[in-house]
């Protein structure tokens, strides 16, 4: 039995536990450089699921060779995190002590390259914002041909104005462009519906051409007005006569129906006509042989009396 006054010995200390996401300076590197080059691609923006799992996968392709070891991707973003949070307080050692202090932290320079510059980024970003205002303005040289040809309407009404009256007054420029472009596109429709009036609208056009060439100011807009004018009318003759080509197809289309069904008519009323005809001849050939049997029936009774 021990003697009691001998003194009881301490218990054995128990061995510190081992955390099993304890990070390596080694994979704490390349958990950085991995990270780093995702964060890049996206711009600085924040990492998904799936890219936190390819960062996942690089580290373990060099440090998880062993159960210990293996990171999953929710480890290496709360390493990461983990990581910021000392980054932020380094830089707050550094700022606060003017360029006296120099982090002795290895990570602190690829963290500041990585972090820092998206800080500076975010500074400038307001700096670029008055040059994107410009675009704003480009609208505006398309509204500017359509004021000379709202303001040509009046002046197109004196038109028997003697030409000494309008010395002083400038003549207006006019862009014929937009006449140009709306004329092409209504006689390319025009000339693909009706081939008959093909020859006078090639007429009309070249006379719409020669009209806008020679002519300027307020007295080409009038001349290419009354050659637009004129082109109306032919394209809608044209459509008239298109009109008038289906309604007179339609006609006929609904006289071949007609005339079908009536010889289909015809043809069934001599069907049956026909095999009328045929059931009444044989009743009648029936009826014949009767009688003569019924006769000679009778002269046999004759001939056997006598």
Same mark, same amino acid.
């Given at each position: 039995?021990?003697?009691?006054?001998?003194?009881?010995?301490?218990?054995?200390?128990?061995?510190?536990?081992?955390?099993?996401?304890?990070? %390596?300076?080694?994979?704490?590197?390349?958990?950085?450089?991995?990270?780093?080059?995702?964060?890049?691609?996206?711009?600085? #923006?924040?990492?998904?699921?799936?890219?936190?799992?390819?960062?996942?996968?690089?580290?373990?392709?060099?440090?998880?060779?062993?159960?210990?070891?293996?990171?999953?991707?929710?480890?290496?973003?709360?390493?990461?995190?983990?990581?910021?949070?000392?980054?932020?307080?380094?830089?707050?050692?550094?700022?606060? %002590?003017?360029?006296?202090?120099?982090?002795?932290?290895?990570?602190?320079?690829?963290?500041?390259?990585?972090?820092? %510059?998206?800080?500076?980024?975010?500074?400038?970003?307001?700096?670029?914002?008055?040059?994107?205002?410009?675009?704003?303005?480009?609208?505006?040289?398309?509204?500017?041909?359509?004021?000379?040809?709202?303001?040509?309407?009046?002046?197109?009404?004196?038109?028997?104005?003697?030409?000494?009256?309008?010395?002083?007054?400038?003549?207006?420029?006019?862009?014929?462009?937009?006449?140009?472009?709306?004329?092409?596109?209504?006689?390319?429709?025009?000339?693909? +519906? #009706?081939?008959?009036?093909?020859?006078?609208? +090639?007429?009309?056009?070249?006379?719409?051409?020669?009209?806008?060439?020679? #002519?300027?100011?307020?007295?080409?807009?009038?001349?290419?007005?009354?050659?637009?004018? *004129?082109?109306?009318?032919?394209?809608?003759?044209?459509?008239? +006569?298109?009109?008038?080509?289906?309604?007179?197809?339609?006609?006929?289309?609904?006289?071949?129906?007609?005339?079908? +069904?009536?010889?289909?008519?015809?043809?069934?009323?001599?069907?049956?006509?026909?095999?009328?005809?045929?059931?009444?001849?044989?009743? %009648?050939?029936?009826?014949?042989?009767?009688? *003569?049997?019924?006769?000679?029936?009778?002269?046999?009774?004759?001939?056997?009396?006598?």
């Amino acid at each position: 039995m021990a003697d009691p006054t001998e003194p009881s010995l301490p218990p054995p200390s128990r061995p510190l536990p081992f955390r099993e996401d304890c990070w %390596s300076e080694e994979a704490t590197s390349t958990l950085i450089d991995a990270w780093g080059r995702r964060y890049l691609e996206l711009n600085r #923006g924040n990492l998904r699921q799936k890219d936190w799992q390819d960062v996942a996968e690089a580290v373990n392709a060099r440090h998880g060779h062993s159960k210990k070891t293996y990171r999953t991707d929710v480890q290496c973003k709360n390493r990461i995190d983990t990581i910021k949070k000392k980054y932020k307080a380094e830089k707050a050692r550094v700022s606060d %002590s003017h360029g006296v202090f120099a982090s002795s932290w290895p990570f602190y320079p690829r963290l500041d390259m990585l972090i820092g %510059s998206t800080a500076a980024a975010k500074k400038t970003t307001p700096f670029r914002s008055p040059p994107a205002s410009p675009p704003l303005a480009l609208p505006l040289p398309y509204r500017k041909p359509a004021q000379p040809v709202a303001q040509a309407q009046p002046l197109a009404l004196p038109m028997k104005r003697p030409a000494s009256g309008s010395v002083g007054v400038p003549t207006p420029v006019v862009d014929d462009s937009y006449f140009r472009r709306n004329y092409s596109a209504v006689a390319a429709a025009a000339a693909a +519906e #009706g081939g008959t009036e093909s020859s006078e609208e +090639e007429e009309l056009e070249e006379e719409v051409e020669e009209e806008v060439e020679e #002519g300027g100011g307020v007295e080409g807009v009038r001349r290419l007005a009354r050659a637009i004018e *004129r082109f109306g009318e032919v394209y809608e003759k044209v459509e008239g +006569e298109k009109q008038r080509q289906v309604v007179e197809l339609e006609k006929q289309r609904m006289q071949f129906a007609k005339d079908l +069904e009536v010889q289909r008519m015809q043809l069934f009323m001599d069907t049956q006509v026909q095999l009328e005809k045929m059931r009444q001849g044989k009743r %009648s050939r029936s009826g014949s042989d009767g009688e *003569r049997s019924r006769v000679f029936s009778e002269f046999l009774f004759l001939v056997e009396l006598n």
